[in-house]
């Protein structure tokens, strides 16, 4: 059976650029191809309706980096496809996405929604990431994880620029400081998930803050950071009513009153951590472990049997009802 591709009305930018790109590479045209299935080139084919959605999108960005040295044409090809892009995962790309190349990929695009760098931690800064930033207001999903060498100045350029932003992860960026996050939480108010691991610039009245404005939060960490105490629980756990994760691990100040608070103001709470929180004992967490909440630290009993057969092995006449 023979197969035939529908072919829709071409926007003109794309039109434009692709007989562009065909006559600078001595390819036809379609005019000049003949009759339809008489001398037809791959860049014929609609780029906006078939090959952007049916090909290069299903590609690994490190082929269409391989792609577009082929010849001029495919490298307009690839070049209009990049500057619609939305979605740029850097691992794409490889190991080692050089810096340079990384620059003129996304320098004509302004439709991205999802943006993840923590791949390029090693060289990523603020010169590099302020321009992507800047130009891409409609970015929902934002990974920075472990990118060291970004300022302050980036996190208040998201907030300025991403409205609409609802995931953010900034695990490891000790630079993210009290000021920064205010930004962030003014301008922000769609955000849903954060992670501050080990940002420990942050104190309690900066999560306070932003617990009152981003009331739409549904997970949230704040682990590896002593500084955080009661005080913020206690804020998050009243200012954030669809909350579903918390991260505290490795927060030392973090005591009971306050998971007892997140146990009343948190219905929706599904999962929390608390390793390594050593104030928090079982008679606040048994709450949370009644209405069926994942934590990640076992009962009193439960433990002391996981030690036992540590050193002695499985008991199996140990009565657990003592």
Not at 160 to 185: I, K, N
Request: hydrophobic residues 45%.
């Amino acid at each position: 059976a023979r197969c035939r591709l529908r072919h829709r009305a071409e926007p003109e930018a794309a039109r434009k650029a692709r007989m562009e790109a065909s006559a600078g590479a001595g390819l036809p045209t379609s005019a000049e191809a003949g009759p339809a299935g008489d001398g037809k080139q791959l860049l014929d084919l609609p780029w906006e309706d078939v090959l952007f959605p049916h090909v290069l999108a299903r590609l690994p960005l490190r082929h269409l980096l391989r792609l577009q040295r082929v010849s001029r044409a495919f490298r307009a090809l690839v070049q209009l496809f990049l500057a619609r892009l939305r979605r740029f995962d850097a691992a794409q790309a490889g190991p080692h996405l050089p810096k340079a190349v990384f620059c003129v990929l996304l320098q004509d695009n302004e439709a991205l929604q999802q943006l993840a760098l923590q791949d390029c931690s090693a060289w990523l800064s603020d010169t590099e990431l302020l321009p992507i930033i800047s130009q891409n207001h409609h970015l929902q999903h934002i990974e920075l994880r472990g990118c060291a060498q970004l300022s302050r100045r980036t996190l208040v350029a998201i907030s300025l620029s991403c409205p609409h932003l609802r995931q953010l992860s900034l695990a490891h960026c000790e630079w993210v400081d009290s000021l920064s996050l205010r930004s962030l939480a003014d301008h922000c108010k769609e955000l849903e998930s954060l992670d501050l691991t080990a940002c420990r610039q942050l104190k309690d009245d900066a999560i306070c803050y932003l617990a009152r404005r981003c009331t739409r939060l549904k997970s949230l960490s704040v682990a590896v950071n002593a500084n955080v105490g009661d005080a913020a629980v206690e804020e998050v756990a009243k200012g954030c009513p669809e909350l579903e994760h918390l991260d505290l691990t490795g927060c030392l100040r973090v005591k009971n009153d306050s998971i007892r608070t997140l146990a009343e103001y948190c219905p929706k709470l599904r999962a929390l951590k608390v390793k390594h929180c050593h104030d928090v004992v079982e008679s606040s967490l048994s709450i949370l472990r009644s209405r069926g909440v994942e934590l990640d630290v076992e009962p009193p009993m439960q433990l002391a049997v996981v030690l036992l057969q540590g050193m002695v092995g499985y008991a199996p006449f140990i009565n657990l009802q003592i």
